[in-house]
């Protein structure tokens, strides 16, 4: 059973360059599916960040693009993302998630709040 | 402003059935399949509804959903307190090249 830890600094300085990482556990990451991050601004809804397969093709919302990269880890069985040029905006819980079988986000990380504040 | 466009506060009684709809476009809804996320209070969403109709293993089926044409629906009958949830759409984006979400449905159980 796939389980997902997302893990970061909780707070980031405006221009910075915000990190987390996501721990794949019961599941390789080189098992031919994408993971993904996803984040949710306090209150607000769901925004698709992007997607990574293990072979390293990556998809980009292109509202983030110039400034997010996703990059897979295989032998740490881990993924992650930066996010450069920070602002209060980019406050979010951020979600890594298991896009498995079903084309879906069938599986997700518990989420990690980021705050963007100096 | 979300690419796919959900009523932001329906309401239902207990045992009711209620629809949320999800309107897109030729390049999301209308050429690809739909899923649906349910997101309880204080929780990571969970995945409702997959490939527009399907139910993962362990999704009642009170939950169903369908497709016409570049917008979606899904629905929820014997409707109980436990349903008060937010429900979001999402769909691969043929144009965008990804996956765009809706902007969520917060249903109330009244």
């Known amino acids: 059973q796939v389980q997902l830890q997302e893990w970061g600094p909780g707070l980031v300085k405006p221009s910075e360059t915000l990190s987390l990482t996501c721990a794949v556990s019961g599941h390789s990451i080189r098992s031919g599916h994408y993971w993904g991050w996803i984040r949710q601004p306090p209150g607000m809804g769901l925004e698709w960040i992007g997607s990574?397969?293990?072979?390293?093709?990556?998809h980009y919302n292109p509202s983030f693009k110039s400034r997010v990269t996703i990059s897979i880890h295989t032998s740490k069985n881990q993924f992650s993302l930066k996010m450069n040029s920070v602002t209060a905006a980019d406050t979010a819980l951020y979600y890594c998630?298991?896009?498995?079988?079903?084309?879906?986000?069938?599986?997700w990380g518990q989420g990690t709040m980021v705050t963007v504040s100096s | 402003q979300s690419v796919l466009t959900q009523p932001p506060s329906p309401s239902g009684t207990p045992g009711q059935r209620v629809t949320i709809s999800c309107s897109g476009s030729?390049?999301?809804?209308?050429?690809?399949?739909v899923n649906w996320y349910q997101q309880l209070p204080g929780t990571a969403p969970k995945l409702l509804i997959y490939?527009?109709?399907q139910r993962p293993s362990g999704v009642p089926d009170r939950f169903s959903g369908s497709k016409s044409g570049t917008s979606a629906s899904l629905a929820i009958s014997g409707l109980q307190s436990d349903d008060e949830a937010d429900y979001y759409c999402a769909a691969w984006d043929d144009s965008l090249n990804g996956v765009v979400f809706g902007g969520g449905s917060k249903l109330t159980v009244l």
């Open positions: 030729s390049s999301n809804i209308g050429s690809n399949s």
């Open positions: 490939n527009t109709n």
């Open positions: 998630a298991f896009y498995g079988d079903f084309d879906a986000f069938d599986v």
């Open positions: 990574i397969h293990h072979s390293g093709t990556n």
